[in-house]
């Protein structure tokens, strides 16, 4: 694998360990409303379901980093297709911006490894 698409791959994960944040622990608190465009109310009520959410993203950013550092490229596109996978999901039912925040990076990242 190639120095960018190893960068590109690090870069997804990190992304989901912060989405990991904004969901588990940062859901009721401002950012995580302003960045999820939620209201106080509506952040309380789904607040379990956003911590859910958040594991999720740490399973996949734990999946990616694992597949990198013990050179399983099998692996790595394998999370990187669950994350793409969850950002046309996302796109479909929530909101054309999540395909573009999640899915764009872990296209360019199977692009990196698939093409160069």
Known sequence: ????ASV???LVALLHLY????????WTRPLGMKTFRN??????TTRVLAANQGLYNGFLAAGLLWGLFTAQWNVVVFFLLCVVVA?????W????????????????ALAAIWLL
């Open 1 to 4: 694998m190639t120095l960018l």
């Open 8 to 10: 590109l791959v690090v």
């Open 19 to 26: 989405f990991l944040v904004l969901e588990m622990f940062l």
């Open 39 to 44: 209201t106080p109310e509506k952040a309380e």
């Open 87 to 91: 950002a046309l999901y996302g796109a």
């Open 93 to 108: 039912s929530v909101s054309r911006r999540i395909f573009y925040v999640q899915g764009v990076p872990a296209i360019a």
